[in-house]
């Protein structure tokens, strides 16, 4: 499973950031790893410099073979809350996604 950050031009898109997203998404959603090819994560800052409440928004969409994409979208104060929030919605979402798929595998 391959993960990349797209940060926005407003976000401190440091190597520790990368690392830190992907470290996040794999303990999502890391269980379905065998399932997706790739995980991309849009990192954006409504208000840049002005800051703000909920101001930083996280896309994360995942690629699973042979199916449309998942995509999920979470706003927070920080980069990390946003991150965390996106991660978790995306594990309830492909568990929901591919617990379907399984299912109808089984039947």
Partial sequence: ???????????????????????????????????ITRVEIYMSDGNADKGGANDKRCAMEARIA?????????HAATVREALGGAAAKLERSLDHTLGKLNDRRAS
């Fill in 1 to 35: 499973m391959l993960v990349q950050l797209h940060p926005g031009n407003d976000i401190d898109a440091r190597e520790s950031l990368a690392d830190r997203a992907e470290q996040i998404v794999t303990d999502a959603v890391g269980r379905f790893a065998d399932q």
């Fill in 66 to 74: 042979g199916h449309q994409p998942v995509t999920v979208t979470h």
